[in-house]
Nanobody, 126 residues
Framework: QLLLVESGGGLVQAGGSLRLSCVAS????????MGWFRQAPGKEREFVAC????????SYVESVKGRFTISRDYAKNTVYLQMSSLKPEDTAVYYC???????????????????WGQGTQVTVSS
């Protein structure tokens, strides 16, 4: 059974950086796309970034383009989200997820993912 565990969240000042990690155990991720989502208090969970199985295709929500980068390390079975120039509106719980299907598509819909981590809190102070 796949287990996803996020880490790296915390409190940071606006303009700062954080790197989130999502470590998978139980099965390899190498054939699946991966995604990062976030959920702020009182809001719905939203797509942040995704990568296909080999990292060739990535996609980002418009609000984080140029500031966030998704990457993966196959040897470590880990997916990362490097976040820079953080803004207070980036404050949320961040979740990683594994896509249902294999291949070169980068998925942006919540329903496209079937395994989720427990989330890590990111708080950006102004």
């Amino acid at each position: 059974q796949l287990l996803l565990v996020e880490s790296g969240g915390g409190l940071v000042q606006a303009g700062g950086s954080l790197r989130l990690s999502c470590v998978a155990s139980g099965r390899p991720l190498h054939v699946h796309g991966m995604g990062w989502f976030r959920q702020a208090p009182g809001k719905e969970r939203e797509f942040v970034a995704c990568t296909d199985w080999n990292g060739a295709n990535t996609s980002y929500v418009e609000s984080v383009k140029g500031r966030f980068t998704i990457s993966r390390d196959y040897a470590k079975n880990t997916v990362y989200l490097q976040m820079s120039s953080l803004k207070p509106e980036d404050t949320a719980v961040y979740y990683c997820a594994k896509s249902r299907t294999y291949g070169t598509t980068c998925y942006q819909g919540i329903g496209d993912y079937d395994s989720w981590g427990q989330g890590t809190q990111v708080t950006v102070s102004s």
